[in-house]
């Protein structure tokens, strides 16, 4: 098993920026990916960016793109997502996921919410 554990999220106004913190703890050595999601109520779950939890590549939706850097410290025991120039749209609770190899992700945070108002 894999725990999961967000936290970071908070109320800010447009432009500025934000930082979560998803602490990855139990079965670590047999995660392939870490990834950041985001779902506002009524509205479908939205894939914000992944970090291949081995090589360290990383993938973001265009949406997010230049203004977001996800990263992961060396001890593998926390993944970051650094927002920057936050917009009202980005308004959602953040979930931080995990996967192991050739399986969806199925492990999953509790979520924390990100409001930005304008």
């Known amino acids: 098993q894999v725990q999961l554990i967000e936290s970071g999220g908070g109320l800010v106004q447009a432009g500025n920026s934000l930082r979560l913190s998803c602490a990855v703890s139990?079965?670590?050595?047999?995660?392939?990916?870490v990834a950041w999601f985001r779902q506002v109520p009524g509205k479908d779950r939205e894939f914000v960016a992944n970090?291949?939890?081995?090589?360290?590549?990383?993938t973001y939706a265009n949406s997010v793109k230049g203004r977001f850097t996800i990263s992961r410290d060396n001890a593998k025991t926390t993944v970051n997502l650094q927002m920057n120039s936050l917009k009202p749209e980005d308004t959602a609770i953040y979930y931080c996921?995990?996967?192991?190899?050739?399986?969806?992700?199925?492990?999953w945070g509790q979520g924390t919410q990100v409001t930005v108002s304008s």
């Open positions: 996921a995990a996967r192991v190899p050739r399986n969806e992700y199925q492990y």
């Open positions: 139990g079965r670590t050595f047999s995660i392939a990916t």
């Open positions: 970090i291949d939890w081995n090589a360290w590549s990383t």
